[in-house]
């Protein structure tokens, strides 16, 4: 079981991996609403033991400012359990921290979930050794990988 596990985070995390844009931004693909994965990502968030510190709906943000954007969440969480012993190896990652996922509609109607990737924000404080950080990748492509799946 446990070798089942490790051979799933890892084809979870390169099959993640391939989808990458902007340098460190892992992005995946979801089938459902942009409201719709936001609100399972934050269930599943929640259920996992993170603390969500808050949802902002960009949208609305700029239809206040009478303009229009498409659909566009950023959802911010984290646990301190990971998140102090990475900023242990270094902490100036607390700039980085908590943990962001942003779910957007694209020009073409597709929902993408993108997250920043840990060892890319390892790599950027100069701490890629930090023990974590592979853990971190895992649970993170993990829990947007099912928030993405129906």
């Known amino acids: 079981m ?3 596990k490790c051979v799933l985070a890892i084809v979870l995390i390169a099959a993640v991996a391939t989808a990458e844009a902007a340098e460190g931004l892992v992005q995946v693909k979801s089938d459902a609403s942009v409201k719709a994965t936001a609100d399972k990502l934050e269930e599943l968030a929640r259920q996992r033991g993170l603390t969500v510190f808050a949802r902002i709906d960009h949208a609305a943000g700029a239809a206040k400012v009478d303009r229009t954007l498409r659909p566009t969440e950023l959802l911010i ?14 902490q100036t990652v607390a700039i980085d921290l908590p943990l962001k996922a942003l779910v957007w509609q694209d020009e073409s109607g597709r929902v993408w ?27 993170l492509a993990s829990l947007i990988e099912a928030s993405v799946t129906r």
């Open 2 to 4: 446990k070798l089942h």
């Open 77 to 90: 969480f984290g646990n301190p359990k990971a998140g102090t012993p990475f900023m242990l190896c270094s």
């Open 113 to 139: 979930v993108g997250y920043n990737d840990p060892a890319y924000i390892a790599a950027r404080h100069e701490v890629t050794q930090c023990p974590v950080v592979a853990n971190m990748r895992k649970a």
